[in-house]
């Protein structure tokens, strides 16, 4: 769960997410979604969770991620995403950083604003949309994550590693939204791929 840090910025895996779907027939908001393109809808109770991240457009606030790149997202009782994003540092220590989203476009939930941010209680959102989800399996079995303008991007898998037909379809979706694959590298996992390039 794990979107790119405005503001005060996001650890990885992407990191983070949605808000429960409003109840009824109205349609989703209409939001700004720059040059990539969200998945139509997503189901808020079946995403949230723990999710490894596989791959990523290398980030400076992951720079003390050795491996182990995860999040993990729950729904709270205001209806926004607790976001839980935590990695293994070079010298074995955990970092972690604890956040909030809110979704843009609800009920569709597909285009989230995660915030790192807690002024005086309340979480602070800054910037718009950072955390789009333009790819997503049936079963949820992985992700794709996007930003508006395209300077981040994350792969996520409920595994250490994707399937090499699952890898083929995040590329797809990354491709299909104008990533150049080699921009992400391949995140260390225990179990997972080793680091590398993603193209």
């Known amino acids: ?7 005060a910025g996001l650890v990885a895996l992407a990191a983070a997410l949605l808000v429960t779907a409003v109840p009824g027939p109205a349609a989703a908001a209409t939001v700004d979604t720059g040059l990539v393109r969200p998945v139509e809808s997503v189901d808020v109770q079946r995403y949230v969770g723990e999710w490894y991240q596989v791959a990523a457009v290398p980030a400076i606030f992951e720079i003390q991620c050795f ?14 995403i607790g976001v839980y994003n935590s990695c293994r540092t070079i010298i ?14 609800p009920p569709a939930d597909s285009v989230l604003t995660v915030s790192f941010l807690k002024l005086a209680g309340q979480w602070r959102y800054f910037g718009g949309p950072n955390y789009v989800i333009i790819g997503l399996d049936p079963e949820y079995r992985w992700a794709v994550v996007g930003d508006p303008d395209r300077s981040s991007g994350f792969v996520l898998s409920r595994e ?5 037909g699952q890898t083929a379809a995040a590329k797809a979706v990354l491709t299909a939204n104008g990533y150049d694959l080699c921009d992400f590298r391949t995140t260390r996992q225990d179990g997972g791929a080793p680091a590398g390039p993603f193209c």
């Open 1 to 7: 769960m794990g979107a790119r840090r405005r503001g």
């Open 67 to 80: 491996k182990n790149v995860k999040a993990r997202y729950d729904v709270q009782p205001d209806g926004t």
């Open 92 to 105: 074995g220590t955990t970092s972690a950083v604890t956040g909030r989203a809110r979704s843009e476009n």
């Open 160 to 164: 250490p590693v994707l399937t090499a």
